[in-house]
């Protein structure tokens, strides 16, 4: 069992940065790749970063060249770090744990966090 519970969300011009944590618990933490996701109002959730258990990092669209994904396998955190912010990132953020890569259309996410509210205003 893995209980996921986001934090760092908040309200932040364009163009600024924020830093989102996920913090892990259950001792299985280290199996599982870890990753976020994002769903807008009125749209589908989407992948937006993952890293694998050895800390291989990969993104989706809306991620590359402005986000970067982190884990701490001690502290059993993982972190998303997001610069040059746009208003089209405005959106819930969710922390996500899965048995394999979680970018490809047949992910297994086994675990979700609660979210946490990302809004980017002009």
């Known amino acids: 069992q893995v209980q996921l519970v986001e934090s760092g969300g908040g309200l932040v011009q364009a163009g600024g940065s924020l830093r989102l944590s996920c913090a892990a618990s259950g001792r299985t933490f280290l199996s599982y790749n870890m990753g976020w996701f994002r769903q807008a109002p009125g749209k589908e959730r989407e992948f937006v970063a993952g890293?694998?258990?050895?800390?291989?990092?990969y993104y989706g669209d809306p991620a590359k060249g402005r986000f970067s994904i982190s884990r701490d396998n001690v502290k059993n955190m993982v972190y998303l770090q997001m610069n040059s912010l746009k208003v089209e990132d405005t959106a819930v953020y969710f922390c996500?744990?899965?048995?394999?890569?979680?970018?490809?259309?047949?992910?297994?996410?086994?675990?979700w966090g609660q979210g946490t509210q990302v809004t980017v205003s002009s």
């Open positions: 996500a744990a899965g048995p394999s890569y979680l970018s490809t259309p047949g992910r297994v996410v086994e675990y």
């Open positions: 890293i694998t258990a050895g800390g291989s990092r």
